[in-house]
């Protein structure tokens, strides 16, 4: 598989990010903490081909990425009201929330019934996400090695794994997003990133 990589602001881009996704092709993009690598959420073998190219073990989940808040419903059978909360005051930004999965969302993105999703704040992922719907997205890199903030740094782990990276510059990398299980009573947080626990129950009134 030859990999290619065009501009993210190229007229182009976004329309052929689109074009490789719909024919079950791995796209690789900024956000807001490092490059991502993913595929449509809904398209259970592409979902497949991140664990191949990355070389992931299958068990590990991966987190659903949309693009603008009022999409949650589309990857959730059930949308807490400390969800919403949660979403409305974090997002876009560095926060995933873990909700009760769809039923018609592929084993390949959680094996579980839950899902952990995220409105990230880039603009280039979000007219992604926009375009193609939501995506299984996770860092674009091969397991164990460091997470991109280059193109350049996704072309040296996954050239010939994935078919497109769009360049968008170098992202702001530094620490993973705050990670918080809503399926319950109470906001559990699984883990602590820019995001504190503090900050998580001031919103939830809880």
């Known amino acids: 598989m030859k990999t290619e990589i065009i ?5 182009h881009a976004i329309q052929r990010a689109l074009d490789v996704l719909q024919a079950g092709g791995l796209v690789a993009f900024p956000t807001d903490t490092v490059y991502g690598v993913g595929a ?3 398209d259970g073998k592409a979902v497949e081909a991140i664990y191949t190219a990355k070389g992931r073990a299958i068990e590990k989940a991966i987190p659903v ?13 059930e949308v807490p009201a400390m969800a ?3 979403a409305e005051r974090f997002w876009p930004g560095p926060l ?5 999965k769809r039923s018609d969302l592929p084993d390949s993105v ?8 995220r409105v990230p704040d880039h603009m280039v992922a979000r007219r992604v996400l926009r375009a193609a719907g939501p995506m299984a997205v996770t860092s674009a ?7 991109p903030s280059t193109a350049e740094e996704v072309f040296m782990q996954l050239n010939g794994r994935i078919a497109l990276i769009l360049d968008g510059g170098k992202t702001p990398g530094g620490v993973p997003s705050t990670v918080v299980d809503c399926t319950g009573t109470q906001p559990i947080v699984i883990r602590e990133g ?6 998580i129950l001031a919103i939830t009134g809880l």
């Not at 995933?96 to 009760?100: E, G, R």
């Not at 959680?110 to 999703?117: D, I, K, Q």
């Open 96 to 100: 995933t929330i873990i909700l009760p």
């Open 65 to 77: 990425l949309i693009g603008d808040g009022e999409d949650i419903t589309k990857t959730t059978s």
């Open 194 to 199: 820019p995001i504190s626990f503090r900050e």
């Open 84 to 86: 919403r909360k949660l």
């Open 141 to 147: 890199n091969i397991s164990g090695q460091p997470s």
């Open 110 to 117: 959680s094996a579980t019934n839950t899902v952990g999703v």
């Open 7 to 11: 501009a993210a602001d190229s007229p």
């Open 40 to 42: 449509r959420a809904f």
